[in-house]
């Protein structure tokens, strides 16, 4: 069992930026890829990125390339989320997430995961 705690959450206006966090335990974070995903009230959790072991590969939902950043420090066993430019529809409780199996696989749906954080709100103003 892995245990992953996000922060850096809050309220911005858009076209501000916020960093979040999140912090893994209970397993060796080198070796799993990890990802960000996102939901909204009533929607479904959607998918905002995911980076491989070493941080050598990621991948961005459309709607965020360009704008947000993954990246992690495996010395720290954290994963961060950059969010630059942000805009009313990017309000969300955004979630961290390890994955099921060798952890080599940078899965884009939620099913390619096992390992979830608490989620942490953020929200944007117009």
């Known amino acids: 069992q892995v245990q992953l705690v996000e922060s850096g959450g809050g309220l911005v206006q858009a076209g501000g930026s916020l960093r979040l966090s999140c912090a893994a335990s209970?397993?060796?974070?080198?070796?799993?890829?990890m990802g960000w995903f996102r939901q909204a009230p009533g929607k479904e959790r959607e998918f905002v990125a995911v980076?491989?072991?070493?941080?050598?590969?990621?991948y961005y939902a459309d709607s965020v390339k360009g704008r947000f950043t993954i990246s992690r420090d495996n010395a720290k066993n954290t994963v961060y989320l950059q969010m630059n430019s942000l805009k009313p529809e990017d309000t969300a409780v955004y979630y961290c997430?390890?994955?099921?199996?060798?952890?080599?696989?940078?899965?884009?749906?939620?099913?390619?995961?096992?390992?979830w954080g608490q989620g942490t709100q953020v929200t944007v103003s117009s």
């Open positions: 980076i491989s072991t070493t941080g050598g590969t990621t």
């Open positions: 997430a390890a994955p099921k199996g060798s952890g080599r696989v940078l899965y884009t749906t939620q099913n390619g995961y096992d390992y």
């Open positions: 209970g397993r060796t974070f080198s070796n799993y890829a």
